[in-house]
């Protein structure tokens, strides 16, 4: 968790250092047809309907804990949305933010979306999963995989050119706290119980 946030404090302390808009086109490249694919299927991986094959098959498969499954889904839920909905609904995403369109990279076919940019829902929905994966299967592998699946799935948002990486920076800290909350949250439970 410790190389997560600080991966977040940087994303957020760069873009706030030279601007989120510059640190976007730093690092939004075209990588070709292939990586255009690839993204787009990472991006796709991230989506918040991916909780519920999740779910099915790590609590219907593998029997692990269903509670702390369903309290990240929704405290990731609500971390992503009331920011994005109650206090920053007008915060633009790049193609809304003033930047030339011809200076950065689109996919085509990938329906550009104009506010509601922070967080990133997908790059939280990544990191919560990356985060309750790692802690119910505490394997080696397991984490550097997770890793390299959450930070793929952020940077599909960047690469589609849908995200700034303080967006990224933000989702990431809501997939922290939500992991945090929800261990938390399942102790009081499980304390109330026993009581």
């Known amino acids: 968790m410790g190389i997560s946030l600080a991966l977040a404090l940087c994303l957020l302390s760069t873009s706030l250092v030279f601007s989120r808009e510059h640190l976007f086109l730093w690092l939004n490249h075209d990588f070709g047809k292939v990586?255009?694919?690839?993204?787009?299927?990472?991006?796709?991986?991230?989506?918040?309907?991916?909780?519920?094959?999740?779910?099915?098959?790590?609590?219907?498969?593998?029997?692990k804990d269903a509670l702390i499954?369903?309290?990240?889904?929704?405290?990731?839920?609500?971390?992503?949305?009331i920011p994005k909905q109650l206090f920053w609904p007008n915060i633009s995403r790049p193609i809304a933010s003033g930047i030339n369109l011809n200076d950065f990279h689109?996919?085509?076919?990938?329906?550009?979306h104009s506010w509601n940019s922070f967080p990133s829902g997908h790059t939280a929905t990544a990191f919560t999963l990356y985060f309750v994966t790692a802690?119910?299967?505490?394997?080696?592998?397991?984490?550097?995989?997770?890793?390299?699946?959450?930070?793929?799935?952020?940077?599909?948002?960047?690469?589609l050119g849908q995200h700034f990486p303080l967006d990224l920076g933000g989702g990431i800290l809501v997939g922290i706290t939500s992991i945090l909350l929800s261990l938390f949250i399942r102790k009081k439970i499980r304390n109330e119980k026993a009581i």
């Open 106 to 112: 689109t996919v085509a076919g990938v329906e550009m």
């Open 135 to 159: 802690y119910l299967f505490p394997k080696n592998w397991v984490v550097a995989v997770g890793f390299f699946y959450a930070l793929a799935c952020g940077y599909s948002r960047v690469y």
């Open 35 to 63: 990586a255009d694919q690839c993204f787009l299927y990472l991006t796709f991986l991230a989506e918040g309907w991916i909780w519920i094959p999740y779910f099915l098959l790590v609590f219907g498969w593998f029997k």
């Open 69 to 81: 499954i369903l309290i990240n889904f929704l405290l990731s839920t609500i971390l992503t949305q």
